[in-house]
């Protein structure tokens, strides 16, 4: 084969490749789920850095980059707003499920560690990088925000809804 063959079949069959997997239809729903039961937060402050660091994840209010229809980037970015959608979703909070009530009592510390935001998304989104007062402000938010959750693994009270009064959560839980 020749050295010209060689390089065109080298460089073609990528682009080939590149070309016929767009045509693979996962990763492209960028479809908005209806709103649930929102997180009721501490402070606006709190919510802004919230939205600012973690809603396109872990939000049905994701702000899909163009890059995000294009496989197969798509996949990894659809597979990790899934998951994260999963785990705990600000925009569908379900204090009953577990396992979001788990990581709702965890979410501060994620971020204390540097887990959340990954820092890939940082790097694609510098925006959502939490430094100084940001970081420190975020994580005392999350703590105030879900203080019903903290080390209960997700058993036991429930934390508070938007539109749901402190009071009416502690009758209803003796």
């Not at 020749?2 to 490749?17: D, E, Q, Y």
């Not at 209010?61 to 785990?87: C, F, G, H």
């Not at 925009?91 to 788990?102: I, L, R, S, V, Y």
């Not at 940001?134 to 925000?145: M, R, S, Y």
Request: proline share 7%; aromatic share 8%; net charge neutral.
């Amino acid at each position: 084969m020749s050295r010209s063959r060689a390089l065109l079949i080298g460089i073609g069959a990528p682009i080939l490749v590149l070309f016929a997997i767009q045509f693979v239809p996962y990763g492209r729903d960028h479809a908005r789920p209806p709103a649930q039961v929102r997180v009721a937060w501490d402070s606006p402050r709190t919510e802004e850095l919230v939205r600012r660091a973690c809603f396109d994840c872990h939000s049905n209010e994701t702000r899909w980059p163009w890059y995000a229809s294009m496989a197969p980037i798509s996949w990894r970015i659809q597979t990790d707003v899934n998951l994260a959608r999963r785990k705990l979703d600000f925009t569908a909070f379900d204090a009953g499920n577990e396992k979001m009530a788990e990581a709702a009592g965890e979410a501060a510390e994620t971020v204390t560690r540097g887990d959340m935001p990954p820092q890939d998304y940082v790097l694609m989104h510098p925006d959502a990088r939490l430094i100084g007062v940001d970081k420190q402000a975020l994580v005392a938010g999350l703590e105030a925000t879900f203080a019903a959750f903290a080390g209960r693994g997700g058993g036991g009270e429930r934390g508070r809804s938007e539109g749901e009064r402190p009071e009416s959560r502690e009758r209803s839980h003796p």
